[in-house]
């Protein structure tokens, strides 16, 4: 790919006390582009999106922007630069309503004041576009379900102008309906020139929407695929570090019993 | 205060004169500003030599134990006690004379075989206080009503200056208020006038009991915010209440002259270090304490403080200076008062 | 900033003209007058209770202690009772934000009291101008917020245990303030016993404030549910509004035709009325205020939106040192002095009684700047009645500990009850 | 119960003989004397201090107060020290109780005034027998937690402000106990006196109970280590074993031979150091006390499973309720006497800085009734040494919410570390 | 099917303030059966599971137990009657070691004492058995990641005697293999005659596993399925409510892009 990545990460790495969780890892995202990363449990992957997002800025190792070299050291550095994310852990303030939710961190104003109106119309917009169930953008968000909760999420990181979105696990809660929405979703991001990070555990939506698939293991690279020149056992194994897995196990037996 | 040398105190401390000093609290001025200076200095004075160990027990009378603890370990001849609770420190009385250490209850009269006593009279402190508010009514007394503030329900002495305000007061004006003031606050007490007034209504009160200059200051805001100017009481002698006293706000203050007090104390302290009986002039009369001993005793009598007798008291026993008192704000006052 | 570039609505599927889904089991929406009653039952329902509570306390306590002893309710009574609570109600304001964020600050008596000493000393003691010393000790009472919320934002100490600690130390340091100068008069003519004394005895003052204050709220009403209307989101109907204007303007002037019964108008209630919108409209307008009320519901939620949660912490608390220092402030003017007894007693337990009374939650996110008047008026009211009908100290104790008790437990089980009416 | 029939290991796969898993990325794990000392270090950098830095300062302050004044370690100085921490430390092993939890108590202060103004009340002015009047203010104590614990834990309201409310009331209902009568003595014979004031002269007093104490110790972790072999799982090797025994001993005697130096064994020693050692077992070694732990770590997994939060809560406060009885009764044998002031003052601080110097957090979860004691001690050794030393009251104040800062200060930001360390 | 369910729900119904969250939900479990239980975000789901649970006790309908009607109404009412639960939001207690969460609730004891050693060692057995990979079973679960506090949560639901285990959402955090063994842990309970209630939002692990299926809509019953006789289209269609829905829409749009 000859256009610079907007956004690249270098031999990053990050230790919490006694555990290496992050080691020399790499990725690059490119606009219009969505990249999955994929790994097992404690791969690493929440670690390396807090330290795109600024939440636990990484102990070693680049972060460049459009080429440049960046210092992403709070949550706000990463919004300013124009990445947005949606955690695994939802993060929402239950006591403010959904239009409060979605603003949170960049209300609009009039004259230094908050701007409820255009804030209430902009949601109204915003929701019904991504048609979002929601009784009223008025209620405290601690009424909504999970699912809902999942999209007031989503839907929050397009406020803003992201030229990233991280998408931490969107999809793990949410109902076949609601996932095919943000799948939905996810393919209108990279239309719109967007670049993409989505991670998740379900190899179906991984290779419905992904470009590329970056494999964690272990807080290390293990790999980059491309969709179309790549199968779900491969990836897998890549996950699991070896041919022979529960996984591939599984399936064997299943193939046997279907015999 | 420290310097003994190593090894076991108690002997270290045989032949010079060591005396234990205890004083209940510091938020009120005079243990820092009066009691501890003058008896340090009347003791260095009769004693050049003397070490003496300096306790404050921040009003509780657990800590006041563990003072008399400490002071038995390090050595103490003999302790100048000011009890937090005379009742409470009565086994700590005991302990220091079963081990051979003399007591002399200051100020408080402290319960158990206490060697010597001086104090002013909380009771007649009182009775000062509500005779000088009927001689400040005069006849208005039998056409109208009084507000007593007493002072803190929690405060053993508050409950004697009730009674001795009570012995002079009932039967000869109305009563009609009568409060208690958790903590000595004067918002409280504030809060409390204003509800009298509002209660009893302005022309019907006389005069105002107060039992400290504490609460008389937020008794005196409240009736100034009524419009009213009654006999006003107060004790302690503090220089906002003489500064009151010079505008007209406040009637009277009891001052006890801590000076004598303190001299007392500390001539009574040396002899009984030096070994000696205590002279009769230093124990004029006897008290029999709480807890049934008959202690030989001087009894001071406490001084009322008027507008016309500034000058004659806290001036003349070293309360405050007259620049103290008379700053920018009091001093045309002072000048009618012929302070200045 | 923000010119909201979410996918827009030429997108594909789905289908624009899509019915506006709604959830069949959600019971109540938004509609209207009719709406608003609905809404009403539900939020009684499900424990938003807001003042409620709180006005109807107010209307029994006046009630009881009106039918024991008339005075209770004399133009005269009523009125020092309104100076009163200046004091009280500007602690419990500082209160209310640190409640905002589910903390507490047990600290604000003691700064109360040294803020008071350091003015008194300063100014009285030492000369310097009183402006200056009413500045200084202000910024003091920032400072120590400053030390308290630092401790709490930066190094992790939960703040019921920095603030009970500074509860003790601000005592020390005042004690060493005072000194030996003990009790310290302040003079009449000074800035703050005339902040706390002064009473504007002409009637007008008392109904021009009044008149103001609806005339604001009808405009800001109106305006709004212009705004909203020509944007075309859900406005408040105009019949609604002039309800709300008619209950407030008897409320504010029922209450300047009793003031003016009595003395007029005291200046210290009106600092403490416009202190109030200032600071109700800081919180709910504002971006600052809406991050105080992020940090109250979700701590991490507000870190990972941008928001400094170490910069809302500290500054709350420095909120809460500033108005207790004020409160200090009112509480010396009313005595005209400073003593060592300052910010000592029940002050504590009354400001924290009057923050929840008043409506604040205790956990967090929930609440309003007005508590601090509406709890501030329900305790004073009740010390008032006390002090009238002399009721002994013991019970006083058990009282004041009664209504704080009652009050979070109203507080509680309206939380419960929200918490299982919204998600828990 | 419980015979375990998880799914049985002769299922097909995984294969039986699959190397056991092990991340490689886990820097540390168990492996016998040389793990200890690495898991040492580990637990140093992961913030788990445990007791050590208040051993440490117990070492500071008593290697400062000793060299600025010889008569601070006297034997007698030591020996008085070892009484007077008995009434604060009983009251600080509720604390630990309740902070285990996560919450805290503030209304111990005032309950121990209570229960000790009861005894006296009803012993020497009702004369009722010692015995009942003792088991009356003791089970005072624990009525009154359960009230406590009743609003915290059936009506949801905060514990911090029940018993901020509770510590009002109580002192309330104390002062009407106590009446008109004010401070009441307690006689020298009376059970309470004898109970704070008892020595056991003998040198052999104090040496034997350290020998049982050592012998216990060793015995338990023997037989421990015997059946843990036995049952194939990592136990403590008998080197280690015997190192802990050597360190214990050492201050065993060393603590004896001080005593016996001055005049023996004190009662009061020796019944706080068995109830700490009953309780001890009780939160480590009973499913009570697993399940205090269980809800201070996490109340929505103890109360799924299966563990009655309630229950937990209310009788927590109740311990904290009859420990801030016993610690009253203990003060109250101290002086002799109930007062008006009895639990007030700085008892309250005190025993919150005892609980957490001694190393107990304030998050809830983690902690040990050992903390009351090495609190207290603390504590205690900075007061004497105050005392000897003349330190004014003002200074004092600020010392002591200095002390308590520095300690949650250590806690914070030992939890800190620990969650960077662990799972945030 | 003519023998006796283990477990029977009768027109539960279950309401949170405006939220009429189950009614007249049915439901039945049997021995050696896997049920699987789908149904849009917020459907019932978990409030179902809660009320078995004996969480939220519901406010009407029947539960069975064996054939006898019982009343759940404390966590520890299921419990002893057999009915293991692992919820979505884990719930163990991160302070303590992984042995005392294993057992939380139904400790060890000899001479009413804990017996922390034979603890020890029946959970080495069974952490082994399933082969999850942890470094110490004394270690505080704080230090897990998320995929191995999950595994943690599924193995304390076989301590004790279950004949009921329900499994809410089981694998939404799992990697790939640690998916696959929970599968197969599931197929291994029904093996030893275990009921298992499975919720998922994943239709190819629902399918794998399940012997029914029931689905749920709007906290109503929405069709029984049986596995072997119907499809995932059938199963999504009756969760949508719907047979046009994003997920249909999706498919067809990819069947399309693909021709
Ligand atoms: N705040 C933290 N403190 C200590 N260790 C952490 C912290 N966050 C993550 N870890 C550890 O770092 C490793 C990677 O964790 P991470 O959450 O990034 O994994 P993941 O790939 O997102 O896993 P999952 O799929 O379960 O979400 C794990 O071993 C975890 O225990
Ligand atoms: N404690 C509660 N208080 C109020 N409403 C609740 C509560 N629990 C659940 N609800 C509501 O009940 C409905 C069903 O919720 P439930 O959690 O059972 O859904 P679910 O099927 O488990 O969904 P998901 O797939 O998102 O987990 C939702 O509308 C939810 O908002
Ligand atoms: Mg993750
Ligand atoms: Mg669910």
Redesign the interface.
């Known amino acids: 790919m000859p256009e610079t990545p907007v956004l690249t990460l270098r031999g990053i790495s990050k230790r ?6 992050l080691s020399g890892f790499d990725l690059e995202v490119h606009s219009g582009e969505v990249v999955a990363l994929v ?5 690493g992957k929440s670690t390396a999106v807090k330290a795109i ?1 600024g ?1 636990n800025p990484p102990d070693e190792g680049v972060i460049e922007w459009e080429g440049r070299p960046v210092s992403i050291n ?3 550095d990463a ?1 300013n630069l124009g990445i947005a ?1 949606v ?1 695994q ?8 309503d959904v239009v ?1 939710n979605l ?7 009039r004259f ?3 701007d409820e ?2 804030m ?3 949601s ?3 929701l ?4 979002i ?1 929601i ?2 953008v ?1 209620i ?1 968000v ?7 909760r ?1 999209t007031v999420a989503i ?1 929050r990181s ?4 992201p030229k990233v979105v991280i998408l931490d ?1 969107p ?11 943000v ?3 996810v393919e ?2 990279r239309d ?1 020139g967007l670049g993409t990070i989505l991670i998740s ?4 939506d991984v290779m ?1 929407v992904a470009d590329r698939i970056a494999v964690m293991r ?2 290390r690279n293990n790999g980059f695929f491309d969709k179309r020149a790549t199968t779900t056992e491969e990836i ?1 194994s890549a ?2 570090g070896a041919t022979e ?3 591939t ?2 399936q064997a037996r ?1 193939r046997e019993e279907e015999r | 205060t420290s310097g003994a040398a190593p090894g076991s105190t108690a002997q270290a401390a045989q032949n010079e004169i060591r005396i234990g000093l205890l004083l209940p609290e510091s938020k009120t001025t005079r243990y820092e500003k009066f009691d501890r200076p003058y008896i340090e200095q009347k003791i260095k004075e009769l004693a050049p030599e003397a070490q003496i160990d300096y306790y404050n027990a921040a009003e509780s009378p657990t800590t006041q134990q563990q003072q008399v603890n400490t002071a038995l370990a390090k050595g103490d001849k003999v302790l100048i006690l000011d009890a937090v609770d005379a009742k409470s420190i009565q086994s700590s009385v005991q302990k220091a004379h079963d081990a051979g250490v003399k007591v002399v209850a200051y100020d408080r009269l402290a319960q158990g075989p206490v060697d010597a006593y001086v104090s002013y009279d909380n009771r007649k402190v009182g009775e000062l206080q509500g005779q000088a508010l009927l001689d400040a009514l005069g006849d208005r007394a039998e056409s109208g009503q009084i507000v007593m503030h007493n002072g803190s329900p929690t405060d053993p002495n508050a409950a004697e200056f009730k009674a001795g305000a009570h012995s002079v007061l009932d039967g000869k004006v109305k009563i009609g208020k009568e409060y208690d003031t958790p903590n000595w606050d004067p918002n409280n007490a504030n809060q409390q006038m204003s509800g009298a007034i509002s209660s009893l209504g302005k022309d019907n009160i006389v005069g105002v009991y107060s039992a400290n200059d504490g609460l008389a200051a937020g008794i005196a805001t409240a009736l100034k915010a009524a419009g009213m100017n009654v006999p006003l009481t107060g004790q302690d002698a503090q220089l906002d209440a003489i500064q009151r006293i010079l505008l007209g706000t406040q009637t009277i203050t009891v001052e006890k002259p801590y000076k004598p007090e303190a001299d007392i104390a500390a001539e009574m302290a040396v002899n009984l270090a030096e070994g000696k009986e205590l002279p009769d002039s230093l124990t004029p009369t006897t008290v029999t304490s709480g807890s049934g001993q008959k202690v030989p005793a001087t009894l001071l009598t406490p001084v009322v403080v008027n507008k016309d007798n500034i000058k004659d008291t806290v001036v003349k026993d070293g309360l405050y200076t007259v620049e103290e008192i008379c700053t920018p704000t009091y001093a045309s006052a002072c000048k009618e008062a012929g302070l200045q | 900033m923000s010119r909201d570039r979410g996918p827009d609505a030429s997108a594909q599927e789905p289908a624009p003209d899509a019915v506006p889904a709604v959830d069949t089991r959600l019971l109540v929406r938004e509609e209207g007058l009719k709406g608003y009653l609905t809404e009403f039952r539900r939020k009684m329902r499900s424990g938003e209770l807001g003042s409620l509570p709180v006005v109807i306390a107010v209307i029994i306590i006046w009630t009881v202690f009106g039918s024991l002893d008339s005075t209770f309710l004399s133009a005269q009574n009523l009125s020092d009772l309104s100076q009163q609570i200046v004091g009280t109600g500007m602690i419990a304001v500082g209160i209310v934000f640190v409640l905002l964020l589910g903390e507490i600050d047990l600290s604000v008596g003691s700064v109360s009291g040294l803020c008071a000493a350091l003015f008194a000393v300063l100014n009285v003691l030492n000369g310097m101008n009183e402006w200056l010393a009413l500045l200084v000790a202000l910024a003091g009472g920032a400072a120590v917020g400053l030390i308290h919320g630092f401790f709490f934002a930066k190094v992790g100490v939960p703040a019921f245990v920095v603030t009970l600690a500074g509860n003790l130390a601000w005592n020390g340091l005042m004690l060493q303030v005072l000194g030996t100068s003990g009790t310290v008069n302040i003079p009449g003519e000074s800035i703050v016993s005339k902040l706390y004394s002064t009473i504007f005895h002409s009637p007008a003052a008392a109904y021009v404030t009044a008149a103001v204050g609806v005339g604001l709220f009808l405009a800001a009403s109106l305006l709004d549910a212009r705004r909203r209307r020509a944007a075309r989101v859900p406005f408040r109907p105009v019949a609604e509004i002039v309800l709300r204007t008619v209950v407030i303007a008897a409320i504010a002037f029922a209450a300047a035709y009793i003031l003016n019964q009595y003395r007029g108008l005291p200046l210290a209630l009106l600092i403490f009325l416009i202190l109030l919108v200032v600071l109700d409209f800081v919180l709910r307008r504002t971006t600052y205020g809406r991050q105080i009320f992020a940090v109250g519901g979700n701590i991490e939620g507000a870190r990972r939106a941008g928001i400094s949660v170490p910069f809302i912490r500290m500054t709350v608390f420095m909120v809460a040192g500033t108005m207790a220092a004020a409160g200090g402030i009112f509480l010396a003017g009313q005595i005209q002095s400073a003593s060592q007894t300052s910010g000592g007693g029940n002050l504590l337990m009354n400001v924290i009684a009057a923050a929840v009374i008043g409506g604040t939650s205790l956990f967090g996110g929930r609440g309003s700047v007005w508590s601090a008047l509406l709890g501030a008026l329900v305790i004073g009211s009740i010390q008032s009645g006390m002090n009238i009908m002399g009721v002994s100290n013991a019970v006083q104790f058990m009282i004041t500990g009664s209504v704080l008790l009652a009050a979070v437990v109203v507080d509680s089980l309206s939380r419960r009850t929200q918490k299982a009416a919204g998600r828990a």
Do not use: W
């Open positions: 919490f006390g006694a555990v290496q969780a790994g097992d449990n404690g791969a997002a939440v709070r949550p706000h919004q994310t955690y852990d939802l993060a929402l303030c239950d006591n403010l409060a603003f949170l961190g960049r209300e609009l104003r230094g004041v908050l109106v255009r209430d119309k902009r109204r917009q915003l019904d576009t991504l048609s169930r009784p009223s008025r405290p601690a009424s909504l379900s999970g699912g809902q999942q839907a397009l406020i803003g102008e696990e999809t793990a809660a949410l109902g076949v309906e609601q996932t095919a929405e799948l939905d979703l209108r991001l719109r555990h379900n190899m179906v419905a272990l807080g897998i996950i699991t897995s529960a996984v196990r599984r299943k």
